[in-house]
């Protein structure tokens, strides 16, 4: 008996384009709107990579980059970057922000290896040519190039990648990201964790809940733009109806010496010759542990040592020294003070003994033998005191009391 399949309904049959890859496909789906799920997937990807690069040109970090590049006059100051050493480069800024206690001091800088301004060369935007250092040392430093760094050559720029004085912060920011490609701009963002700086989130938020239309909202509008954070951030608590409240940040001050060290730590890894001028310090730092070995002390970081170093630990000569060969100068040009400042920290503090039990030991008395002797008349005894011959012996007698 055959069976009738005439009642049947059939699905309709459409043909969309793929959202990703914009081919065209067959599907009785009515939601369909990918050919194949890898190309979901790679649509998901995609999405997620377009929301890591918005963060990352929100960020105070790329306004910094668009800054830096504005100074230089060009984009190739970026050559060199991916997303790894765009990832150390903004954990570095970050650093920065950190020592100045975010904002309450403008002690430390970011200062180049080789000089942004060289003469014949300019110098890159790239973690391996900068370090934080003090400003006032950094000032001094100038455009001096003892070595090491990067830096590309100035006759060799590409003039399509000048940057023009008068370019906008937010045109720069896109050339940037353009140039170092968006993939690593992502990936940077991803690893480092970048986020929009507070002032930007706090602009787009309001750009999105005031009412054009509305005379008041117009007003606000029109001045955002000229507000300080603080009162935009008031501003916003106002609209939410919450009371309006400061950006509070757990600070802390950071010595130079501290600043300087972290950097030596962190150069060392690809100039190993510094690694002697870390053991020379770990060494002075460690006279002031009396309980651990050399090779502990070595292995400590920074954050525990730096509790236990006093705050004459380096003399200025000693800081600049430090400065200097962060720079690019010889480890050999500075070893003189290197000896001295080792010799200065080598009995700084006595160290402590470990504890040991105090053990009395008891001494025997002498053995005394006694030697018999003869009996003494009185006459005998009175003739052996008798040395002065003007003083007769008397004999005394006492009266019993009745």
Same mark, same amino acid.
């Given at each position: ?41 790679? $649509? ?46 903004? #954990? ?67 003039? #399509? ?9 937010? $045109? ?9 490609? *968006? ?50 951030? &008031?501003?916003? &608590? ?14 802390? &001050? ?13 150069? $060392?890894?690809?100039?190993?010759? !510094? ?14 542990? /009396?309980?651990? /070995? ?22 200025? *000569? ?7 060969? !962060? ?10 003070? !290197? ?8 009995? &700084? ?27 003494? /008349? ?21 009266? *019993?009391?009745?």
């Amino acid at each position: 008996m055959q069976q009738d399949t005439s009642n049947k309904t059939n699905k309709a049959e459409r043909r969309p384009r793929c959202k990703h890859c914009s081919k065209q496909f067959r599907t009785i789906s009515i939601t369909a709107i990918y050919c194949t799920r890898q190309c979901k997937q790679n $649509a998901a990807t995609a999405k997620k990579r377009v929301r890591y690069t918005e963060k990352a040109r929100d960020s105070a970090f790329f306004q910094t980059l668009a800054f830096e590049a504005q100074r230089a006059g060009t984009l190739e100051i970026f050559i060199d970057l991916d997303a790894e050493s765009l990832a150390e480069l903004y #954990r570095l800024y970050a650093f920065k922000l950190r020592a100045n206690r975010f904002g309450e001091a403008k002690d430390f800088e970011l200062s180049h290896i080789a000089p942004s301004q060289g003469e014949n060369t300019v110098g890159l935007y790239h973690p391996r040519n900068l370090t934080v250092s003090p400003k006032d040392m950094n000032r001094c430093h100038g455009t001096r190039h003892y070595g090491h760094g990067l830096s590309i050559d100035r006759n060799k720029l590409n003039p #399509r990648h000048t940057v023009e004085r008068g370019e906008t912060q937010k $045109a720069i920011v896109q050339r940037i990201i353009k140039f170092v490609g *968006p993939d690593v701009v992502a990936q940077a963002s991803k690893l480092a964790g970048m986020q929009p700086s507070k002032r930007v989130t706090v602009l787009t938020w309001l750009r999105a809940h005031l009412d054009p239309s509305n005379s008041q909202h117009h007003t606000l509008l029109t001045s955002l733009d000229t507000m300080t954070t603080k009162a935009l951030t &008031a501003l916003k &608590a106002g609209i939410e109806g919450k009371e309006g409240c400061d950006l509070k940040f757990t600070t802390r &001050a950071y010595t130079q010496f501290e600043v300087l060290y972290r950097e030596l730590e962190r150069h $060392a890894q690809h100039r190993p010759e !510094l690694a002697q001028v870390v053991k020379v310090i770990h060494v002075a730092a460690g006279h002031f542990f /009396s309980s651990w /070995s050399a090779d502990v002390i070595c292995s400590r970081s920074i954050d525990e040592l730096v509790g236990w170093v006093p705050a004459d630990f380096m003399s200025p *000569p000693e800081l600049q020294a430090l400065f200097d060969v !962060l720079h690019g100068k010889d480890v050999d040009a500075i070893r003189p003070v !290197l000896e001295v400042f080792a010799e200065r920290h080598s009995g &700084a503090v006595e160290r402590i003994p470990p504890y040991m039990p105090i053990v009395f030991k008891a001494q025997r008395p002498a053995r005394v033998v006694a030697t018999p002797q003869s009996p003494v /008349s009185f006459a005998a005894e009175l003739d052996a005191h008798w040395t002065t011959p003007d003083v007769i012996p008397v004999l005394h007698f006492t009266r *019993p009391t009745v």
